[in-house]
């Protein structure tokens, strides 16, 4: 069956401090891949995504992404995490011939420390 | 220009009742998704669209659920029979062509059942 998974729920990070969000995908073949934000009462908003070629991909607010077809992964990272970085992250998949049906991680939830 | 807009944004129901949940997408996009999103848990997919017709409802979870997209455009999500378990916030996004085209998500609309 295809799922993604988010093996973090709940990740602190000091503000200045580096991040990285994992996310794992299971799928016959190599899925398109989506890592999304949501902050309280805003909608889920796109922050990069991965169909194929280059598998470090640039995203928006410094966020980046790196593919490793070997390890099925696509982690999130970020050098230097700000405190309006704390929200909840979502990395999802979509099969090429699916229409853009969106399969979820459960999310992992990023608080900032100051 | 105008997000996807979703009404109302909230709704509190008793068991057994019916109730309709309505999505506006961004003008011009074809593809239109339902999602729900329990607490604590990423969205799950329900249905999509590609313009008037479902091309895909295999995430209704039961016969229960019902939604419709008349004219291409505005989608209705029709729940029968309230139960417990059907509260959830149901996200709507939107595409301009389905496949791996960003989706865009509403703000939600946030259903209790009693």
């Known amino acids: 069956a295809q799922s993604v998974t988010q093996p973090d729920i709940h990740i602190t990070v000091s503000e200045g401090a580096s991040l990285e969000l994992r996310c794992n995908y299971s799928?016959?073949?190599?899925?398109?891949l989506f890592w999304y934000v949501q902050s309280p009462g805003q909608g889920l908003q796109l922050l990069l995504k991965y169909f194929s070629g280059d598998t470090l991909v640039q995203g928006i607010k410094g966020f980046e992404a790196e593919f490793k077809r070997s390890q099925s992964s696509f982690n999130l990272r970020k050098p230097s995490v700000h405190w309006s970085d704390a929200a909840e992250y979502f990395c999802?998949?979509?099969?090429?011939?699916?229409?853009?049906?969106?399969?979820f991680g459960q999310g992992t939830e990023l608080s900032v420390k100051p | 220009g105008a997000g996807v807009s979703q009404t109302p944004s909230n709704k509190v129901t008793e068991k057994g009742k019916y109730v309709e949940l309505r999505c506006d997408p961004i003008s011009g996009h074809t593809a239109l998704y339902w999602y729900r999103q329990s607490l604590g848990q990423g969205p799950e997919f329900l249905i999509y669209?590609?313009?008037?017709?479902?091309?895909?409802d295999s995430g209704l979870p039961n016969d229960r659920f019902f939604a419709v997209r008349p004219e291409g455009s505005v989608s209705t999500l029709k729940i029968q029979r309230t139960e417990r378990g059907d509260s959830a916030v149901y996200l709507c996004?939107?595409?301009?062509?389905?496949?791996?085209?960003?989706?865009?998500f509403g703000p939600g609309t946030r259903l209790t059942v009693l």
């Open positions: 669209f590609q313009g008037t017709g479902a091309a895909d």
């Open positions: 799928y016959g073949a190599t899925p398109y």
């Open positions: 996004a939107s595409s301009s062509a389905g496949g791996y085209n960003e989706q865009f």
């Open positions: 999802a998949a979509a099969a090429y011939n699916q229409g853009g049906k969106l399969i």
